[in-house]
């Protein structure tokens, strides 16, 4: 008797363990991360006729679209070839924006939101009263609101900068802006900031152009810690993940890799840039304010 009570013991104590087990379980799917937005990243696309850039880019956004099902895009900027060299004539900026157009009404189901890269503007128009010149033009043909801005979907806080001044830095006026959006935020509302310049990073050290003003928004970012997650960036092509201060930088390579060409002599595969190949991030962003950047290649 005394073995059998013995066992029966044992077998309600693991019993009791199993639901015990099983509670837990319960719980801890409960506690589970929640996903807030699922956002597609596209930067450096520099589109143009040549190459067959268009179609190129139009089966890359399919594939985001087909596999990821975004909420919503970011666009890093340079989304036109180039309208900044002194050579370039109104014609070409007028065609290259038209490509852009026709390329981008596959996503007129979703919000596109830009910032405006450095070979989007054309500085070489006749004169700055040009309907065309600067940055106006870019802000008119990428549909924003203005040359920075900020919004909010679901519990995250978007700002986007405007880096294509001296130096590759904030102007006063847009720095006291950002100061501005940050402090008025409630505590702990976490906060995407993208650039077309990367704020800080691997890729700056090893090609240039990066912010200048790097020192001064990272100290901004640590004073508001609680709130900036993660930083976005393009400009050079490059993929790269640094975190500082529990920051994430993320320069997310280029939709466009070797510009649509072949590759340089370093690349190990086609129209890879040094070691990067041309693709664009997905980020997931969760409800309680982490973040995860994954960089896809897409095919070329």
Not at 45 to 55: K, L
Request: net charge neutral.
């Amino acid at each position: 008797m005394e073995i059998k009570r013995r066992t029966l013991l044992k077998s309600a104590g693991m019993a009791a363990g199993l639901v015990a087990t099983a509670g837990l379980s319960a719980l801890a799917a409960e506690d589970k991360k929640k996903v807030a937005l699922t956002v597609a990243h596209i930067t450096d696309v520099h589109i143009r006729a040549g190459d067959s850039a268009p179609d190129r880019f139009k089966n890359c956004l399919k594939q985001v679209i087909n596999k990821h099902k975004p909420d919503f895009f970011l666009n890093g900027g340079d989304s036109i070839n180039d309208a900044s060299y002194d050579n370039v004539l109104r014609e070409q900026v007028t065609e290259q924006w038209g490509i852009w157009d026709d390329c981008v009404k596959m996503l007129e189901k979703y919000e596109v939101y830009s910032c405006i890269g450095n070979h989007d503007t054309w500085w070489k128009a006749p004169s700055t009263t040009d309907e065309m010149y600067g940055k106006d033009y870019a802000v008119k043909r990428l549909k924003i609101p203005n040359r920075y801005y900020s919004f909010s979907k679901k519990n995250w806080h978007f700002i986007i900068l405007d880096g294509n001044n001296s130096k590759i830095s904030l102007d006063d006026e847009q720095y006291a802006w950002l100061q501005q959006d940050l402090d008025k935020l409630p505590p702990n509302t976490p906060t995407l900031i993208m650039s077309h310049y990367p704020i800080l990073g691997t890729t700056q050290v090893l090609v240039g152009g990066g912010h200048s003003d790097c020192k001064k928004l990272k100290d901004l970012f640590y004073k508001h810690r609680d709130k900036v997650k993660v930083c976005l960036s393009g400009h050079n092509h490059l993929s790269d993940h640094t975190v500082y201060n529990e920051v994430l930088y993320c320069c997310n390579g280029a939709m466009s890799g070797y510009w649509w060409g072949k590759g340089d002599k370093e690349s190990a595969g086609p129209g890879y840039y040094l070691e990067t190949p041309p693709g664009y991030a997905m980020l997931k962003l969760y409800e309680d304010g982490t973040v995860e950047n994954e960089y896809f290649p897409h095919s070329f």
